[in-house]
DNA sequence: ATAAGCACGC
DNA sequence: GACGTACGTGCTTATA
């Protein structure tokens, strides 16, 4: 008999052995059969686990398999021979460092807090659930009432007819590759000029969105046993390295609108002596640029505690920090954003609705005021180029095998990802050390509180009220000490308490 | 069952 | 002149 987390770790771990970014620059490895819900937080026998293995085929996969049956039931601790199979295999991919120091360690943090889980506000999403019914009914009489016609409002395909056939609100609309008309956000915000039915129908998406993704969705996954939600991490999914969470997904709850911000309510602390609290980093992608590119004036900008749009802002446009505004730190913001993606003129001319000659001059600026982070994106396009990956602080790869590609498209998309990947993948790889961290400290010290999720840039504990004072300088300390970024940037993260998630954010 | 279209997060 | 912002999960509808 082996103990549930026995199990876990080992599935987990071969989850990461089998990874994308360490092994096998071909496929993914994606095997969850091992999942804690499936262990129904029970131990439970490796044959039994077989059995539930479901549709994971392939063939290595099979036979490592086998491998647990051997050894499994004899012994719990089938790491040493694993380890024989593929450290080898890591080794000559260069990435066990990765493995070593950020995956494997990683491994019982994650079981830990899968099993934790987290505590839902059934009656409040209860509630909320029927006025947001109410609200998507109201919106849905009136668009049924402006076309005339009542029709499937959730089908884009039905909508698309009304809107552009019977309607022919714009006779320029455009299509999807399929022929169909695009009814999707961007088109409706366009449309809402020209008729106001095009807000209804936008708010009526929202309603429906929240209520079916979210407030609908989540009591169904709450575990009979524990009355949490249990959501299952993947180490092994994202290509750049982040964790992905399902079952259900806790890394996209609402927080941009107001009426999907209220969500957030609904996760609570397990009791009335507990609270929540979340730490996240600040800025941490632009940072690592920073660091990474060592541009001498990003680097100072964050030395000095600046804001960094604003500064940003004031070397594009050529002015002095106090003269910025708003207007120009939204844009610059922009710009920020979009250089991580390896965003052009075009893109940042739709994202801020300008002209694609103010667009181009502002990255123009741009490039020209960051030497550093201009030389830095040609570094890593070259790099890929010449060795067919790019790479994390950590030594996680990416391949990227259309680097040298003549399609134009798919050398551009593998261009981008050259300058994306080690960045957001350093990101990663900066607040995985530091969960490794947390939960070492939590452990050391004896604290009850617990770490229950990540957000790619954010902690979230369900923590004991008298424990928060020294919690909260703790987390802190882990994230902000976990990677130590070169030229002096500075790392910083900031933190929060509240009765809900949404207090605590 | 699978694809398309859409929308939520960082 | 192409193409047009990285990475995900999951809902409903429509078609096979």
Same mark, same amino acid.
């Given at each position: ?100 120091? %950020? ?15 987290? &505590? ?8 909320? +659930? ?24 959730? +089908? ?17 609309? &455009? ?19 020209? @008729?106001? %039915? ?16 979210? /407030? ?13 939600? @249990? ?12 964790? !992905?969470? !399902? ?26 002596? @507990?609270?929540?609290?979340?730490? *996240? ?37 050529? %002015? ?8 120009? &730190?939204?844009?610059?913001? +922009? ?51 010449? @060795? ?27 261009? &981008? ?11 990663? *790889? ?24 990540? /957000? ?20 802190? *300390? ?8 070169? !030229? ?18």
């Amino acid at each position: 008999m082996l103990k549930w987390y026995g199990c876990e770790i080992k599935g987990k771990i071969f989850d990461t052995l089998l990874a994308h970014s360490l092994i096998d620059p071909e496929g993914k490895g994606n095997m969850d059969w091992l999942s804690a819900k499936y262990l129904n937080y029970e131990p439970i026998h490796i044959e039994e686990l077989i059995g539930k293995k479901g549709k994971n085929q392939g063939n290595m996969r099979d036979v490592e398999l086998e491998k647990i049956k051997e050894y499994a039931v004899e012994d719990a601790d089938v790491t040493l021979q694993f380890k024989e199979i593929f450290i080898p295999k890591m080794q000559k991919c260069e990435v066990e460092k990765v493995f070593l120091e %950020v995956e494997n360690p990683l491994v019982p943090v994650l079981t830990d807090m899968e099993y934790e889980g987290v &505590r839902i506000d059934v009656d409040f999403l209860n509630e909320y +659930s029927k006025v947001l019914e109410i609200e998507a009914r109201v919106q849905e009489e009136k668009v049924y009432e402006s076309a005339g016609i009542r029709f499937n409002l959730g +089908s884009p395909k039905q909508l698309g007819e009304v809107l552009f056939e019977r309607l022919k609100l714009d006779p320029k609309a &455009r299509k999807t590759k399929t022929g169909q008309y695009a009814t999707d956000e961007n088109v409706l915000r366009k449309l809402a000029v020209v @008729h106001p %039915v095009a807000d209804n129908i936008l708010a009526y998406r929202e309603y429906t969105k929240l209520r079916s993704t979210y /407030v609908d969705a989540l009591p169904l996954l709450i575990n009979k046993k524990t009355g949490r939600v @249990h959501t299952t991490y993947g180490q092994a999914a994202v290509v750049t390295g982040r964790l !992905n969470s !399902n079952n259900p997904n806790l890394q996209n709850i609402p927080i941009k609108t107001e009426r999907g911000r209220e969500i957030r309510k609904a996760f609570i602390p397990r009791d009335d002596k @507990h609270v929540l609290v979340s730490a *996240d980093y600040s800025q941490i992608e632009l940072r690592i640029v920073a660091a990474l590119s060592g541009d001498a004036v990003m680097c100072e900008a964050f030395r000095q505690s600046k804001d960094v749009h604003t500064a940003t802002a004031a070397k594009v446009y050529g %002015v002095e920090e106090e003269a910025v505004t708003k207007e120009m &730190r939204r844009k610059a913001k +922009s710009v920020n954003f979009g250089i991580i993606y390896g965003q052009g003129a075009f893109g940042l001319a739709e994202n801020l609705g300008i002209s694609r000659t103010e667009a181009k001059t502002i990255i123009d600026n741009y490039k020209k005021e960051f030497e550093g982070i201009t030389r830095y994106m040609d570094d890593m396009i070259n790099y890929a180029r010449e @060795h067919g990956y790019v790479q994390t602080v950590m030594g996680r790869k990416r391949w990227l095998r259309d680097i040298n590609s003549s399609n134009f498209t798919v050398r551009g998309y593998a261009e &981008r990802n050259a300058i994306n990947s080690p960045i957001q993948g350093t990101a990663a *790889d900066m607040i995985k050390l530091a969960m490794v961290k947390v939960h070492h400290a939590l452990k050391e010290k004896a604290f009850k509180s617990k770490m229950i999720l990540q /957000v790619h840039d954010e902690l979230v504990f369900d923590a004991l009220q008298e424990e928060v004072e020294d919690l909260q300088p703790l987390i802190l *300390d882990c994230m902000q000490s976990a990677m130590v970024l070169p !030229n002096g940037v500075p790392v910083i993260a900031e933190v929060g308490t509240g009765i809900n998630w949404l207090e605590a954010h």
